[in-house]
């Protein structure tokens, strides 16, 4: 599977964006898919993440609320909204996926993703929060 990140920018405290992760090669329905982070001097972190073969989805303490993942099967893409943007989630944005199979669950994935959990992953989006 390949993936393509897009969506970042900057934007002012209090606002919104919306991330992209277009995936190739491989249906939805087949992967698990992981958003993670990485700020600067800080190592990378699990923000969200979605798995389509049964509706799982996990996120992270600091985005819950604010945060939104979804996924448009037809157009193989999931989505990251971000609302209520702080400054501590500027940082790259990654996504990431792994194969949904029964050594892999979904459970393996979305249960609290970490940089070792996926084996797939798209180049970064820059997110910057700042006035």
């Known amino acids: 599977v390949q993936l393509q990140a897009s969506g970042g920018g900057l934007v002012q405290p209090g606002g919104s964006l919306r991330l992209s992760c277009a995936a190739s090669g491989s249906s939805l329905d087949e992967v698990a898919i992981g958003w993670l982070r990485q700020a600067p001097g800080k190592e990378r972190e699990g923000v969200s993440c979605?798995?389509?073969?049964?509706?799982?989805?996990w996120y992270a303490d600091s985005v819950k609320g604010r945060f939104t993942i979804s996924r448009d099967n037809a157009k193989n893409t999931v989505y990251l909204q971000m609302n209520s943007l702080k400054p501590e989630d500027t940082a790259v944005y990654y996504c990431?996926?792994?194969?949904?199979?029964?050594?892999?669950?979904?459970?393996?994935?979305?249960?609290?993703?970490?940089?070792?959990?996926?084996?797939?992953w798209g180049q970064g989006t820059l997110v910057t929060v700042s006035s």
């Open positions: 990431a996926a792994g194969y949904v199979n029964a050594y892999y669950s979904s459970r393996y994935y979305c249960g609290e993703p970490t940089v070792f959990t996926f084996d797939y």
């Open positions: 979605v798995s389509s073969s049964d509706n799982t989805t």
